[in-house]
Structures are given as C-alpha cells and as structure tokens.
C-alpha cells in the first residue's frame, strides 16, 4: 500500500467501518499535525556578535560570544576562552562540592603515582 492510499479518506473510512479507531487516530493525528519546527529566537551564528575581548596581542578576539539556549542575546559578550562561561561555584554547597573533588582527584594521582614507583623496572633491577 503505497503512501498516499494509507492516508486516504476511504481507506479511513474503511477503517472507521472496521471499528479500528486507534489505527484512525493516529493517521488522523498524522495528517492534521504540523511539522512546525520550534523558532529559535537567536540569530544565526554567522551574524551573532563578537567576543568584546581584546587578546595579549591587542587585537579583538575572533571568536563568537556564548549564547545560551533560548536567549535572545550573548551570556556576557564575551567568548568562552575569555570568561562566557561559568565562573565556577557560587554557595558554599557547591565550594565544599569541588573542593571534595579536588581532595579525591590529589587522592587518585598519589595513588598512581605511588603505584608505578613500586612497579618501576629500573628499581627492581
């Protein structure tokens, strides 16, 4: 059955006439939806402005700013190199949160790092 004659309204009615409803419903839900994509309130890339930093040759940097998703307008203005993005834990929740990170990462590199002293060749030699 070809595209066009699964979606006709005599094959609907056939259907109706069958009493499938759910097989109705949803080429009747098929037929009336639209397939709008959502609008994106941003410009498009190209036109997006500039990063407003100026780099350690004092040039304007190159790059775009950041844009959040569904925002109408850059974060900061500035690039991610040069602060658009986060500038790290704000609460004191989230100051503990790293620094508990950071305590098992020092943890982890000791570890390794004491682990291939033992199994070092030249010192078994």
């Not at 940097?61 to 998703?69: E, N």
């Not at 109408?72 to 834990?89: A, D, E, F, I, Y």
């Amino acid at each position: 059955m070809s595209e066009t004659e699964r979606f006709s309204m005599e094959h609907l009615k056939e259907l109706m006439s069958r009493r499938e409803y759910t097989a109705v419903d949803r080429m009747m839900r098929h037929l009336v939806q639209e397939h709008t994509p959502p609008v994106d309130p941003r410009p498009p890339r190209a036109e997006r402005p500039r990063c407003t930093a100026i780099t350690r040759k004092g040039e304007p940097c190159k790059a775009r700013s950041v844009w959040l998703p569904g925002d109408c307008q850059p974060r900061n203005g500035k690039c991610r190199v040069h602060g658009g993005l986060s500038t790290g834990p704000n609460t004191e929740a989230g100051r503990a949160a790293i620094a508990e990170s950071n305590r098992r990462r020092a943890e982890q590199i000791r570890a390794h790092r004491q682990s291939m002293a033992n199994d070092d060749p030249m010192q078994a030699r």
